[in-house]
């Protein structure tokens, strides 16, 4: 039975490996909300990567600490299988297969963080747009088998006391494999996940402002880089520059000649500008909820915790690379701002000069 056990492994290694190499080497046609529709309304094939854990924890998370402990947990969760598997009687089949499923699956899932620092999922189980399985692959189907069996033979089965203590411990396993929580909830780790390679970009903008009855709508350039570098250059019905420079913020209205001058720590700030750098906690911060519309993906968040400049965004999330297309803000007093980015040209250069704010000489400040 041991060879069994690690024959299955073998076999479910060797399947995932295969079914993620055609599904990245086809990437063009899986990539995106919709996916590739196998059965439509239920079933498609979908590439997501995730980087996170259970509940995609720690999926925002970058560092080379988080790789190791990651690796780390699959080494033990492979040495003690492996100790199962010379410990468990060979009368325990249920147990040996179960520890196969799980090993091959482990394995699988491992390689990927290993080598990508991310797991590859692709297989997406939902009912039209109302409700959406988490995005798995096949390392994961096995590693749920396998903890499906143990448990099984666990509870429902008289075994051993190393099956129990077996059992036990791989429904605790479970609780580390990189599912999340809902489709809205895997949309916005794609949006994480997308910024994570993104170090600067350029864009056209429109801002629309509304409250009670007044509007208006501004044009202009943006440019960001990280961590957190903006200039927001108004271009009409005004001239405006808006510029972020790490440690301070500069208004610079031309009209009046005013400088307005701000503290800035982006540790501290709760501004969803920073939403297009990929900044914010954006899972942490809300509750999230698919809004269904004929067009265009759009996510609603609402805080977790009051907040007394947001009530509620509403972002629009491009389905072919998950970058955020629109932002609106709207806040407890019933107020709006509408962000809408086009035209962008993501990892760009940007001259350290353009975050330095320049204006005339007899400039009134305005320290705030």
Not at 38 to 54: C, P
Not at 226 to 254: C, H, N, S, V
């Amino acid at each position: 039975m041991k060879k069994t056990a690690f024959f299955l492994a073998s076999l479910v290694f060797f399947l995932d490996r295969v079914s993620k190499w055609w599904i990245e080497s086809h990437s063009e046609l899986f990539r995106g909300y919709q996916g590739y529709p196998v059965i439509e309304g239920f079933f498609k094939l979908q590439l997501v990567g995730n980087r996170g854990i259970a509940f995609g924890m720690l999926h925002s998370v970058d560092g080379t600490w988080k790789t190791v402990l990651l690796a780390l947990i699959a080494v033990v969760a492979l040495a003690v299988l492996t100790l199962y598997i010379f410990r468990t009687p060979a009368k325990e089949k249920l147990a040996f297969t179960s520890y196969g499923l799980l090993m091959g699956g482990i394995m699988g899932n491992f390689y990927d963080r290993i080598l990508k620092g991310e797991v590859t999922d692709f297989i997406t189980l939902h009912w039209k747009d109302l409700y959406a399985w988490p995005t798995f692959n096949v390392a994961d189907a096995a590693i749920t088998s396998g903890v499906f069996l143990l448990v099984f033979s666990t509870f429902l089965i008289k075994r051993s006391s190393t099956a129990n203590i077996g059992g036990l411990f791989f429904c605790a396993l479970l609780s580390m494999q990189p599912y999340g929580n809902n489709e809205a909830d895997m949309i916005l780790a794609r949006v994480e996940s997308s910024y994570g390679n993104v170090r600067s970009f350029s864009a056209d903008f429109v801002q629309a402002f509304s409250s009670r009855g007044i509007s208006s709508t501004e044009y202009g350039r943006v440019l960001m880089q990280r961590p957190g570098l903006m200039r927001w250059e108004y271009l009409a019905p005004e001239k405006k520059i808006f510029i972020a420079d790490g440690e301070k913020t500069y208004f610079y209205l031309e009209e009046e000649n005013q400088l307005l001058v701000s503290e800035f720590n982006i540790e501290d700030t709760n501004s969803p500008l920073l939403f297009f750098l990929g900044k914010g906690d954006i899972r942490q911060r809300f509750s999230a909820a698919l809004i269904n519309q004929e067009e265009g993906l759009f996510v609603k968040l609402v805080p977790l915790q009051p907040d007394p400049e947001i009530d509620e965004l509403i972002i629009e999330v491009n389905e072919k690379d998950f970058m955020l297309k629109r932002i609106i803000v709207r806040d407890p007093v019933g107020q709006q701002n509408e962000y809408v980015l086009t035209n962008m040209d993501k990892n760009v250069h940007i001259a350290k000069q353009q975050f330095e704010i320049k204006v005339p000489g007899d400039v009134e400040i305005i320290e705030q």
